[in-house]
């Protein structure tokens, strides 16, 4: 009969569990990291990890067999979000910004210290980037991200996002804690994020935030505008950031947000 803990749990599961949370937190791990983390021994951090392995929840790199958590959970998330109506309550906003823009438009949860998109609608130009649903992307320079972290307490943001100095993708990236923290401070007082070719050189985005009826964000919406398109690129900026505030503000009250937000 399986073992129980004093709570009346079963203790194998909480244990998988446990296995499940700290790979979520800390990203790739061995077995004899998981078990000193955990206080298990290694023959049974070893029998946990090979049974999630073997279930589909965890994948192994062959380079240097540690474990992550595999994509299963995205799909599974996936399906909670869709349940959950997000996606689809956020599309007919998506479409008639994308009609109205002629541009792409995005929409995206955060996921960690990372950003998942959960729907997009493509630009009519032949202009394409490999940004798809289900695309993972980190959150700290890209204006989706810096949307859905703005609101979050600082020192949440720093536990998130630790260590510093982070990855540089462009010249623009934002790479420290401080420049980070005062570029969050902008996009609250403003209500709105500029991605400034942070992520992918010549394509700047613009986000805005998309809240929940208790006035949290729950969400980002974004709009793309590759940078040679438009040698002026502040005069097509401004001519759409209304168009995408009104959107994200629509949105919100569709999900039952009545304007009162903390800034």
């Given at each position: ?8 749990g ?5 244990r998988?569990?446990t ?80 009609t ?22 493509e630009?009519?130009?032949t ?13 700290y ?41 005062e ?6 007082k ?13 394509l ?11 006035g ?6 974004s ?10 690129g ?30």
């Open positions: 009969m399986e073992p129980k803990d004093k709570r009346g079963i203790q194998s599961i909480e998988a569990c296995v499940l949370d700290l790979l979520d937190e800390r990203g790739e791990m061995g077995v004899s990291e998981i078990g000193r983390a955990l206080g298990l021994e290694r023959s049974t951090a070893h029998r946990i990890v090979s049974t999630l392995r073997n279930l589909g929840y965890l994948a192994q790199n062959p380079g240097n067999a540690k474990y992550a958590l595999s994509f299963r959970f995205f799909e599974m998330g996936n399906t909670v979000v869709k349940r959950h109506g997000l996606r689809q309550q956020g599309a007919p906003f998506l479409r008639d910004l994308s109205r823009t002629n541009e792409a438009v995005n929409l995206a949860i955060l996921d960690g210290d990372g950003v998942i998109y959960i729907d997009k609608i630009s009519r130009s202009i394409k980037v490999d940004l798809s649903v289900g695309k993972r992307l980190p959150a320079c890209t204006g989706l991200g810096k949307v859905l972290l703005a609101w979050m307490p600082g020192e949440k943001v720093h536990e998130l996002l630790a260590p510093f100095p982070k990855r540089r993708f462009t010249q623009n990236t934002i790479v420290t804690c401080e420049a980070l923290e570029s969050l401070r902008t996009v609250r403003q209500g709105y994020s500029v991605d400034n070719e942070e992520y992918i050189e010549g700047v985005c613009i986000a805005a935030p998309v809240r929940g009826r208790t949290e964000v729950v969400a980002a919406m709009v793309a505008l590759p940078k040679f398109l438009y040698p002026d502040d005069e097509r900026r401004n001519n759409v950031l209304p168009l995408l505030l009104e959107a994200s503000e629509s949105f919100s009250r569709s999900l039952g947000f009545d304007g009162a937000a903390d800034s």
